[in-house]
């Protein structure tokens, strides 16, 4: 299974984020360079990152189902 990166996550997908000890299914909801922002069900989460790193060290990956 190929690998994903930061870079290919854009406005609207849905996305499952592993950061705050349990998977919690959210959208992105705006998108720059260097930071995602993402909206769960009871907060809004901003992510600041180097380009170029893997969507796993982020912890996050798509949701598929």
Request: aromatic share 6%; hydrophobic share 35%; net charge positive.
């Amino acid at each position: 299974m190929k690998e994903l990166f930061e870079n290919e996550l854009k406005v609207g997908d849905k996305i499952i984020y592993n950061g705050l000890g349990t998977d919690r299914k959210a959208t992105i909801i705006k998108r720059s360079k260097r930071t995602i922002t993402f909206k769960c069900i009871a907060s809004t989460v901003k992510l600041t990152f180097i380009s170029g790193v893997p969507a796993k060290d982020l912890g996050l990956r798509r949701d598929v189902g």
